[in-house]
């Protein structure tokens, strides 16, 4: 069982950045791949990023890479996702996930075994 909260997303201007924090609780948190989807109005929820028990292997949606960065620190059990570059069609409510499997997040949100509530992030031009 784990349970999941996201916080830090808000209002930036294009280009600025921003970093979201997944605070997992339960004392398996290194137990799990970790990752972040997104979904914006109108769209269906879309992969952004996941990483790996360990922290060592990371997959990123080709929109993000180079602008998004995940990592985790499995002594805090909190996942962060450090976003720059924002543009505005990074608008979205933005998800934390987790999985036993880094396969199962990186193919997509079918099958994943817990959610987030969601923060949102709103990127003005």
């Known amino acids: 069982q784990v349970q999941l909260v996201e916080s830090g997303g808000g209002l930036v201007q294009a280009g600025g950045s921003l970093r979201l924090s997944c605070a997992a609780s339960?004392?398996?948190?290194?137990?799990?791949?970790m990752g972040w989807f997104r979904q914006a109005p109108g769209k269906e929820r879309e992969f952004v990023v996941a990483?790996?028990?360990?922290?060592?292997?990371?997959y990123y949606a080709d929109s993000v890479k180079g602008r998004f960065t995940i990592s985790r620190d499995n002594a805090k059990n909190t996942v962060y996702l450090q976003m720059n570059s924002l543009k505005p069609e990074d608008t979205a409510v933005y998800y934390c996930?987790?999985?036993?499997?880094?396969?199962?997040?990186?193919?997509?949100?079918?099958?994943?075994?817990?959610w987030g509530k969601g923060t949102l992030v709103t990127v003005s031009s």
């Open positions: 990483i790996s028990r360990s922290g060592v292997t990371t």
């Open positions: 996930a987790a999985d036993e499997s880094l396969l199962t997040l990186s193919r997509g949100s079918y099958g994943v075994d817990y």
């Open positions: 339960g004392r398996t948190f290194s137990s799990y791949a």
